[in-house]
């Protein structure tokens, strides 16, 4: 079993970047894909990005492609989601994923382990 901790969130300006963090323990982070899910309030959780395991492909939401970029460090066991050009629709609580396999997935419930979620305020 893997224990997902994500950390970085904050309250920024629109245009402003966060980087956000998402550290790994229990297990190594090379055997999953990994993924960052947004949820806003009053709305199902939504896919962000996703990265997988050794080659570094990543897939995004087309609402984040251009502005937002995961990666990920397996030698740290910790992900990245770098966040530029905020928008007050990113408000969100942030939340990391992992899923074993090799496919780039975007649906929640195919992720097997998440993380508490780091909140993530973009004011206008």
């Known amino acids: 079993q893997v224990q997902l901790v994500e950390s970085g969130g904050g309250l920024v300006q629109t245009g402003a970047s966060l980087r956000l963090s998402c550290a790994a323990s229990?297990?190594?982070?090379?055997?999953?894909?990994m993924g960052w899910f947004r949820q806003a309030p009053g709305k199902e959780r939504e896919f962000v990005a996703a990265?997988?395991?050794?080659?570094?492909?990543?897939y995004y939401a087309d609402s984040v492609k251009g502005r937002f970029t995961i990666s990920r460090d397996n030698s740290k066991n910790t992900l990245y989601l770098q966040m530029n050009s905020l928008k007050p629709e990113d408000t969100a609580v942030y939340y990391c994923?992992?899923?074993?396999?090799?496919?780039?997935?975007?649906?929640?419930?195919?992720?097997?382990?998440w993380g508490q979620g780091t909140q993530v305020t973009v004011s206008s």
């Open positions: 990265i997988s395991r050794i080659d570094r492909r990543t």
């Open positions: 994923a992992a899923r074993g396999g090799t496919r780039l997935i975007s649906t929640p419930a195919d992720y097997d382990y």
């Open positions: 229990g297990r190594t982070l090379s055997g999953y894909v």
